[in-house]
């Protein structure tokens, strides 16, 4: 075992060198991954490609650990050599904390179905707080380090020469020096940038891992008038599920519609026996059931154990009767650009649900309300927010997300 550390030890320099480079190049990759799969600018960019470049993240996320044993086998002698720089050995545990807790908590995430919401949405949040703590540390880290802003005394490999060049002996030391005070203004100036935001995403996620009270929020600023109200049944008030676990992120292709009783209207149409137009007032007094059930997103987020209250699908489409020719159900959003489709097979599915409620509240706009279609076996692309119309059509129809490369089979 020792003859196999000396070896890999040999020419530990430029390993520790070649080591530092590709865990920069691996958290760069990571950082832009992660910021194009979160932003939504990039959704209707790259379609498809936003599938792979998820699973670039993951598999460049498992590879990040490699690097990270490859230098606990040269620690040792690292360490050695920091012995009288603190500083040093606090930035080393901290790059090592941050690897290692992105690493941990992104393969919980990735195995999601296999821990539990419990677990998984905990890594969520540590996951999103390690991004908010580290990348400013990384960015800072990196910009002051380059060779220009670095004090060659705190430089771990130097010359005499160098030191004698720039701080000849006996010349009196700067108290503060101007690239002391550029690392101080790349510092702050990071601060003040993300500082912010941060605060932002403290208050609205790592204080509310379970949910509740972020949907609350959403339901406080609803931009839909409709009334009357829908009444829960007993069943969703309280939750039957026990109230959900984990956070809705608000993503849309278009800007977030509201509705009132005026313009507010649910269809059913197409290659059907008897078409239905209903306006709010009997839409909600139609006969509704209550399921829990969880909340994929395709882009790796989930939320478990939702109380969805409404109509289940099938029912809607035995009201109206489905003609023999009809071969697809297309759906729908109100937002006049979004559709989506299910066959009659999937849509016949027992928990695809026309829903009105969530954990007994009315679905607020930002989450699609005041009607969305719940399609829990499949991801949320195929659950369409502020469904107002359903038309039985012949042949194929292809969906929004669908066109943009996404999958017609959205299985979770």
Not at 286 to 308: A, E, P
Not at 337 to 345: I, N, P, Q, S, W
Request: net charge positive.
């Amino acid at each position: 075992m020792s003859g196999l550390l000396e070896r890999l030890r040999k020419g530990y320099g430029k390993k520790l060198v070649s080591l530092h480079a590709w865990n920069g190049w691996i958290v760069v990759i990571l950082a832009l991954t992660g910021l194009i799969l979160i932003g939504g600018f990039w959704r209707g960019i790259l379609g498809e490609g936003r599938v792979w470049i998820k699973w670039a993240h993951v598999v460049v996320g498992i590879a990040s650990i490699l690097p990270v044993i490859y230098y606990l086998l040269l620690a040792g002698k690292h360490w050695k050599q920091l012995k009288q720089k603190p500083w040093q050995r606090f930035n080393v545990l901290v790059v090592l904390g941050l690897l290692l807790g992105w690493f941990v908590s992104g393969v919980l995430l990735w195995q999601f179905r296999a821990v539990g919401p419990g677990v998984s949405n905990v890594a969520l949040a540590v996951h999103d707080l390690l991004t908010w703590v580290g990348l400013p540390y990384i960015i800072y880290h990196s910009i002051t380090r380059v060779k220009w802003l670095k004090e060659p005394n705190r430089r771990t490999i130097k010359n005499e020469r160098e030191t004698d060049i720039i701080h000849p002996a006996g010349s009196p030391q700067a108290v503060y020096t101007r690239k002391a005070f550029i690392r101080g203004a790349i510092g702050i100036g990071l601060a003040v940038t993300v500082g912010p935001s941060f605060l932002k995403w403290l208050g609205n996620s790592l204080l509310n891992v379970g949910g509740s009270q972020s949907i609350d929020k959403l339901i406080e600023s609803d931009s839909n008038k409709l009334l009357p109200a829908p009444e829960p049944l007993p069943a969703s008030a309280p939750p039957l599920g026990g109230g959900a676990v984990g956070q809705f992120r608000v993503y849309t292709v278009t800007p977030i519609p509201s509705f009132t009783n005026a313009d507010w209207s649910f269809t059913i149409d197409g290659l059907v026996e008897k078409s239905f137009k209903w306006d709010w007032k009997q839409f909600v007094a139609l006969k509704r059931t209550v399921q829990v059930s969880d909340f994929h997103c395709v882009t790796g987020w989930s939320v478990y154990k939702n109380t969805w209250e409404g109509i289940p699908l099938k029912e809607l489409l035995r009201m109206a009767g489905v003609k023999s020719s009809a071969q697809t159900v297309k759906l729908y959003s109100g937002d006049g650009v979004y559709t989506d489709t299910l066959t009659l097979e999937q849509a016949d599915m027992d928990d695809v649900m026309v829903a009105v409620m969530h954990d007994g509240k009315p679905i607020p706009s930002d989450l699609g309300g005041p009607v969305r279609l719940i399609v829990p076996k499949m991801y949320a692309y195929k659950s369409v927010k502020w469904l107002n119309r359903i038309e039985l059509i012949e042949g194929e129809h292809v969906g929004y997300w669908e066109a943009r490369g996404y999958a017609n089979d959205a299985w979770v």
